[in-house]
């Protein structure tokens, strides 16, 4: 193979010039830089990456750790990793630690043994081990989507990044009610999550801003998967009053909800409107389309990787944690007529507007 020496005879400069044309380190006269990339090109170099973080103590390379990959959020969340990682020259070890806490230690210490240089994790529910070991360690740390609460050890920060949640799910119940839902259900997440405290809490405040009462029959664990969201929503549609109205906490269970309405002979809106959290690509081909809050999964992706390169080139900063806006995504599973217009400002028109 050859070297970077082998590179610098052929192009007439030394090591050290072609050293910082390929690493971006110093500035390089326009006709030498690219002397060298001809160089480089015409022997088919490949730079020595483990030789490099020998020297340097990097190795460019970021560790992720997000359970159900399969996930179309997560998989846009991956995509915005990935490109902003590569756009600043890092790769990606990728691990899914599938929500359970033993398994989230096991994954995060093997990314850590490769010597990733920070770590980019979705907590599971009980993330204590989790963070006792990173603050051990020291590793750098990003979390996204999923919030924790404090810090592991003295003088150890990590970042967070995730999508605002309370808000989004107070006016999709807002909405609702303006509709003339009063009895309207919540089939929420896995418990332990942040997402999911955050989105019963926006679905309480939905309630009190339109008068209504909670009803704690009409809030059901879907744990974030569909099988569990199903057995929720036949719950909630065998109470003696059921709900005419359902918000439905992420994509999956939005899923197993549909699934169960089905099951039962019923028809979405006309039996039960429904709103759900996490739009997808797909959420317009349902009969009826679904109305949804998006996420801005790419960017929160993409967010990660900058909390990330931002603490490894200042280690000291203060932690700081990111919340980006979610657009309401309007369509016709809440009831509302097929000709209104979607809409991303995170407004939804109310019954009789002419909007």
């Not at 390379?61 to 997560?74: C, E, H, K, Q, T």
């Not at 490769?114 to 750098?140: F, K, Q, T």
């Not at 405290?197 to 009190?208: N, V």
């Not at 009053?241 to 999956?252: K, M, R, S």
């Amino acid at each position: 193979m050859a070297t970077m020496a082998d590179v610098a005879r052929q192009a007439g400069v030394s090591v050290a010039t072609v050293s910082h044309v390929l690493n971006g380190t110093r500035p390089v006269l326009p006709h030498t830089r690219q002397a060298v990339l001809d160089a480089v090109d015409a022997l088919a170099y490949t730079p020595n990456t483990l030789a490099r973080s020998l020297v340097t103590a990097r190795t460019r390379s970021i560790g992720l750790a997000v359970s159900a990959i399969s996930n179309p959020y997560f998989t846009e969340i991956l995509q915005g990793v990935e490109a902003g990682a590569l756009e600043e020259g890092y790769s990606l070890l990728i691990a899914d630690p599938h929500d359970d806490p033993a398994h989230e230690r096991k994954v995060v210490r093997l990314l850590h043994e490769r010597r990733v240089d920070g770590m980019i994790v979705a907590p599971s529910p009980d993330p204590r081990e989790l963070l006792g070991y990173l603050g051990r360690h020291g590793v750098p740390t990003v979390f996204l989507d999923r919030l924790v609460d404090g810090g592991p050890a003295p003088g150890f920060a990590f970042d967070q990044v995730c999508a605002e949640n309370a808000e989004p799910v107070a006016r999709l119940v807002t909405h609702l009610a303006g509709l003339g839902h009063r009895r309207i259900a919540l089939v929420a997440g896995l418990p332990g999550l942040s997402t999911t405290s955050e989105r019963i809490a926006g679905y309480r405040q939905g309630l009190a801003g339109a008068g209504l009462p909670y009803d704690e029959r009409l809030v059901v664990p879907g744990n974030s998967e569909a099988a569990a969201a199903e057995r929720a929503t036949g719950a909630l549609l065998s109470l003696p009053a059921p709900p005419t109205a359902l918000v439905t906490a992420n994509n999956a269970m939005t899923i197993g909800a549909l699934r169960a309405v089905r099951a039962r002979g019923l028809s979405v809106p006309a039996d039960l409107a429904l709103c759900c959290f996490d739009d997808f690509s797909w959420a317009d081909l349902f009969s009826p389309r679904l109305t949804a809050v998006s996420q801005p999964s790419r960017e929160i992706g993409a967010q990660a990787v900058r909390l990330l390169l931002e603490r490894l080139d200042s280690p000291g900063r203060a932690a700081r944690t990111v919340r980006l806006p979610s657009a309401l995504v309007h369509r016709t599973s809440c009831g509302c007529p097929g000709d209104r217009p979607e809409s991303s400002s995170g407004s939804c028109p109310e019954k009789g507007s002419d909007a």
